[in-house]
């Protein structure tokens, strides 16, 4: 009866323990999600810095120079008093974003926690273990 019980919660022990370094919160294939989530964040680090880099010398051309500053307010649509606006007909602008930066989630998938499920079918392999296994009787 002692062995029975000692195999059996080995067997589930051992189970849960390779379940869980596969498949659960920490395990091998969480891991290689986060890794995939540190490249989006590089990517997206790096695409701000140059943004950034861009509004940089952008800044400074303002600071600098009155022409940039009255081309970038006609940009914006901003006028000198008896100016107008002329729209040709057909014509649309693009929108342009307010951040090259992309929002990274955290995980596309939502909040999934597998360790339940793995102490779950840990607990039902120790009973089904305990109630089958039948120890060999040597003979003496």
Known sequence: ?????????????????????????????????????????????????????????????????????????????FLRQGEGIIRLKGYSEKPRPLSPGTFVNARKEGIFRPEPYLRTLAAAAVIIVFLFYRPRREDS
């Open 1 to 77: 009866m002692l062995a029975r019980l000692n195999v059996s919660l080995y067997t589930g022990m051992i189970l849960y323990l390779v379940t869980t370094f596969f498949w659960g919160n920490t395990g091998h294939f969480a891991y290689e999600n986060l890794e995939e989530q540190i490249e989006n964040l590089q990517r997206n680090v790096y695409n701000l810095k140059a943004h950034g880099k861009k509004l940089g010398y952008s800044v400074a051309a303002l600071q600098s120079d009155p022409g940039a500053i009255i081309k970038k307010s006609r940009g914006h649509l």
